[in-house]
């Protein structure tokens, strides 16, 4: 079975040569990254009064597609979120979640009520 991120991409990609071949407007793609450092005092998330502070590290890697054409508008963002730090209950280091964003408008027809 194919990963979220990968299955997010796969559903998108009809939808993006609609909206190409309709806009007619160049693709703007704008790769970004981020990282940073987050200090909590429960980071192995327990409810025991002996909870231990450490530092996590969080890597977010990330892409922004967008379109604008006179009918078409299209706007998508997608980030995965990459968590390292001390080991959780379950011996875990490292947690990962994905973010992903899309708005798409269109002007089916044009000057159709008035």
Known sequence: ???????AALA????ALLVSQAAGAAWKFAPEIEAKEIYTD???????????????????PGLKVS???PRVRFDANYQLHYFI?????????TRSYSELAARLS?????????
């Open 1 to 7: 079975m194919a990963k979220p991120s990968r299955r």
């Open 12 to 15: 998108l990609a009809p939808l």
């Open 42 to 60: 429960n980071a192995r998330r327990t409810v025991s009064s002996r909870n231990e502070g450490a530092w996590i590290t969080e890597i977010t």
């Open 67 to 69: 379109n604008y054409g």
């Open 85 to 93: 730090g001390p080991s959780d209950a379950n011996g875990d280091k």
């Open 106 to 114: 269109a002007a089916v027809v044009d000057d159709w009520l008035y």
